[in-house]
Structure formats: C-alpha cells, structure tokens
C-alpha cells in the first residue's frame, strides 16, 4: 500500500515516457511532460498529506470514541482489505498441503528383485531369461500404513522358504527388517505368498492407545485388546473358557505378555488370581494389591504353598464339575460350563478363577512335586476352561520336560515370541505350526514383544504386546482394579493379608503314621487303591481327594518312599500286579525319621 501510494504521488507511470523522450533526445517534448509531473507531484503530495493528517485524526478519533469491540471490528476489517488487496495475482500465498509418502511404492519389479535376492534356485529359474516369473493375482495396493502384494511363487517354493530368509528379502527391498513381514496365505493354495511391507518398523511404529490403560472395567467373557498387529490394528482375545501358554528366549518380553493378560484379568473384579513368579524377580508383584495367593522364587515354603494352593484348585475344579451337572439338569448351565450369570452370583462361587505362572518349569522339574503339579495343571487345562478356571503358563525352555506334552497340545491359546528351532516352535503354537509357515524362528533380536497368537479357532496372528506398560503403569492399571474390587466387594487371601494354610500338618506330617494304622502287620505289601480306600474310612476330611493311585504314589513320593507293582489277589480270587506300597518300607521311613527327631 505504501509502495503504490509512493508511486502515485511521484507520478511513476508518466517515467517510461519521460525516459523514452530523453533518449529521443526531444527536448521540447521532455520539458512539457517535466512540468506535467511537478504540477501533479504538487497537488498530490497536498492529498496525501491531508489524507495522511485525516487518517492518524481517524484512529485517534476511533480509539477515543468507539467501545472496545468496535475497534477491533474496524483493525479486522482494515487487515482484511489489505490481505485482499495485496494478494499476488499470479499465485496464491499458501497452495493446498501435499504430504509425499515417505516410503517409495511397493511395487512388482522391486518384490521380484528382491525375491531373487534370496538365492533361491527355482525363484531365479522363474525370474531368468525366459522363465514364468512370479504371478501377482491382485495389485500390489495400501493395506493401512503400508503395503501389500499378493504373490503366487514358482511352483516347489512355499512361503516358509521365503519367511525363513525375511532378512535377506529386507535388504533386497531395501527396508528395515521391522517393515517387511511375509506371510503365508492359508485360505489359498500352499505357494501363495502375502507380503506386507510397512511405512515404519513395527516395533517402532507409535502403537494406538490401550483402551484398558485407564482401568476399565473388564468382563472375561467378552474379547478384550491385547496387542496390535504389522497394520497398527488392535487384535482381541477372550481369555474365558480358553487356557494360555507363552513361550519364547530369555528377554523377549515373555513375562510382560503374562503381566498383561493377568491386568486384564485383574479388570473383572469378579476374577480371583493366583499369580507364581517363578523366577523371582518381582516381575508379577504389581498384581498383589489384587490377588488371591502370590507366590515368589522356588524356595521351599513357596513350593509347598504352590502345592496346597493347586490342590485346593483342584478341589474346587471337581466341586465346580458336579454344581454345573446339576445346574444343567435344571436347565442353568446352557452347554454344561460356566456362563456370565452363573459367575456374577456370589453363591454358587463360579467366579473366573484365573493361574498366572511365570517360568512354569520350575514347577513341572521339581524332584520332590513335579509329577503332581504336572497332573494337576494337566486336569485344569483339560476341564478347566469350561467351568471358569483359566490357566496361564509362560516358560522360556518351551521342551517336552519344561512344558509336558500332556499341557501343550491342550491349551487353546497360544503366544509365541523369538524361539531357536522349530521343535520349541511346534511346542508352543501346536503340531506341524513351523511346517505350515508359522514360524517364530523367523523373529530378529530386536523384535521384542512381536510374537504369533494362535486363539481359538483362530488362524495365527503376528501380535506386538501393548508398549510402554512397565512397571509403574501396571502399578496404575492394578489400582484401578483394586478400586473396582472394593467396590464390588471381592478382595480376598493375599490382598488383604491373608496367607494360605499349608496342608503340612494333615498330609505330610501324619501319612506314613496313618498308612501303617491302615496296613496291619500281617500284610508286606498292598495295592495303592485298598491303602486308599482304608485312609478314606480312618480321616475322610484328609483323604477324600485321593482317588486314583497315582494320588497316592505322589504323596508318598515327597517322603522318600518309592511304589512299584506289587502282586495281589482281587475281590474274585484272581491273582493281579497293580501299583502298591511294601510295608516295610514305610516302617523304615517312620523309624528314621523319629530317630531324627530324638537326636534333635
């Protein structure tokens, strides 16, 4: 506005004239155009001064006299017509925002170069002169941040040959390897290839808020979040009627993912949880304001507790089978196992009973209670889902001893992370998983807290665990849990400070004293079942849960004392070689131990 007032009152457009007339060198003509400009310079420098006094008279005027809205009223329109006046006529000052892709697009060429990259035989046969090629069914096309093709390999090529080189095919497109997850495509035949190629690393792409982070309130029989996938996508999971294991390498964010499934469970204040942190680094002591029985290390005294507590599961496993059988007569129990109702009434006490393990093995080795624990935890992942009980187990030695088969090819639900070889592979996510390209081998150091979820009936899943909940935030979630349960009225045993009674005193303490109450003399040895029978006549209130042979053996096992097969005669006079005890033994043990107990 300045420039163009300037330019008025010193009359520029009359310049190029006056200096065409100069090179003109027509003297006459630029004498006459000369005095045409000083008489306008004149006048109009008198305009622009009055108008320059009137217009500083105005404000003061207006800043004197108008209220205060009315002067802003006229700043903003002063602006206004200036911003218009002063706009470029060839380009406007701002153009519309274009945010370019910061990734190039995926496309056939370079999905080819980089399968030929692999230093597969029939892939470079197939991509050679002359050969077929690879087939893209479909357009490689977006698939939320990031990009998917749909690949058909040569013919003798699987997808698990292409997953097992994922860091080859990385470098081939030239991609972090957090970015490039190939998977196979189930619903297809057995050389068809997805592969999604992201924007960013997946671990360390910004994951979407945890819906739970805030304490809401939980109902295990519902689906609730529990990581997302390569698309930034949450996945849920429904931990009722459903037992989980988890495995993976030391340090891959294997107790994280229990301590979260376990938060969700402490979200439903009607869950009762007993939490094992086997390994003894406090990694699950954030759940005690909330749980039932906790338990540390593998010392002696927490040991036993395991042992009392997971009898008394077991217990209460066979009480839940007969109250939901009779239900079901009664038309109460829809398909014979717990339902939503049934679990919100305190009465019947069918509340979700959910089992925490953190390095489970440590149970299932124990010399003294390992056959015990494994039997028991084997009876809750086989009964247990239906009638409320959901066991958790998470292990970082997923073998044939550290995780018994008899567990492992009945839990429902699966989870994961980095392990070695494909026998921990198929230990974990189920038989034939590694052959049929689900492959958690395939997962690089740095991809903590990545790890394929088998759900139930569910085909499997690459999943990153909810980020950023350490300690302190499940600290935060765990008070938002003991807030609801305070409310609801279900805080029991540990949080509020009671500890579990130890069965030391009517088992351990008086069996062998009772065994030869029951065994007379005259008997050397005796099957296990007729032991029983009698330890059920003498103390039903101890004895009542023995009801197979195998009870027995365990129980005698923790005393030293060894059962084999002993030859008998049955209630038809027929000569029998079952499992019993040799009297004798046991006298032996008695003996000893009381020798013990003088000498102390």
Known sequence: MLRALLNWVTDAEGRPVRYASARREDAAEYLKLSQQRDGRVRARAVIATGLGAASVVAIFLVRELLPEIAQWVFVTAALA???????PADKPIASRAVESTKVPKLTSGAVETALASLGISLINQALGKG??????????????????????????????DIMERRAKLASGLRRPLGCVWPEADNAEHAGRLVLWVGDQDMRKATQPAWALRKGNRVDLFQSQPFGTDQRGRWVDLR?????????????????????????????????????????????????????????????????????????????????????????????????????????????????????????????????????????????????????????????????AKSLPTGIS???????????????????????????????????????????????????????????GLDGPAAEKVVAYARNLREQAGTLTGHAIGEQL????????????????????????????????????????????????????????????????????????????????????????????????????
């Open 239 to 399: 931990l009722m009627f459903t037992s989980v294991v988890i495995g993976a390498i030391p340090r891959m964010g294997k107790t994280f993912a229990l301590r979260e499934l376990l938060l969700i469970a402490a979200l439903d204040p009607r869950a009762e949880l007993h939490t094992y942190d086997l390994k003894g680094t406090g990694d699950l002591d954030p759940l005690e304001p909330v749980t039932h029985v906790h338990g540390v290390g593998d010392e002696p005294e927490e040991i036993d507790q395991a042992v009392t507590d997971l009898r008394g599961l077991r217990d209460e496993l066979r009480r839940r089978a007969k109250l939901i059988r009779d239900l079901a007569k009664n038309g109460k129990a829809p398909e014979n196992k717990v339902t939503p109702d049934l679990a919100s009434k305190k009465s019947l006490r069918l509340h979700p009973i959910v089992i925490g393990v953190d390095e489970c093995q440590v149970w299932f080795e124990h010399p003294d209670f390992g056959e015990e624990l494994e039997a028991i935890c084997t009876d809750l992942v086989k009964r247990g889902p239906a009638l409320g009980i959901i066991l958790m187990l998470a292990t970082q030695r997923p073998d």
């Open 81 to 87: 017509g200036l911003g218009w006046l002063g706009a």
């Open 409 to 467: 090819a009945n839990v429902s639900t699966r989870f994961c992370l980095k392990v070695q070889g494909q026998t921990e592979n198929d230990m974990v996510l189920g038989t034939s998983k590694y052959k049929q390209g689900v492959r958690a081998t395939t997962f690089a150091w740095e991809d903590k807290g990545i790890g394929y979820l088998v759900g139930e009936g569910s085909e499997a899943q690459i999943v990153r665990t909810v980020a």
């Open 131 to 160: 050969g077929t090629g690879v087939g893209f069914p479909r357009p490689i096309a977006r698939d939320g941040k990031g990009w998917r093709a749909d690949i058909d390999l040569p013919p003798g090529v699987t997808p698990g």
């Open 501 to 600: 009674q130890s069965e030391q005193d009517s088992r351990r303490d008086t069996l062998l004293e009772d065994v030869l109450t029951v065994v007379p003399e005259t008997e050397k040895k005796v099957w296990n079942e007729r032991v029983i029978a009698r330890l059920y006549e003498l103390r039903p209130d101890v004895y009542g849960t023995y009801r197979e042979a195998a009870d027995l053996t365990a129980a005698l096992k923790r005393h030293g004392i060894r059962t084999a097969q002993v030859w008998g005669t049955t209630d038809e006079g027929k000569g029998a070689s079952r499992i019993g005890i040799t009297r004798a033994d046991i006298t032996e043990k008695v003996a000893e131990r009381n020798r013990h107990r003088d000498a102390g």
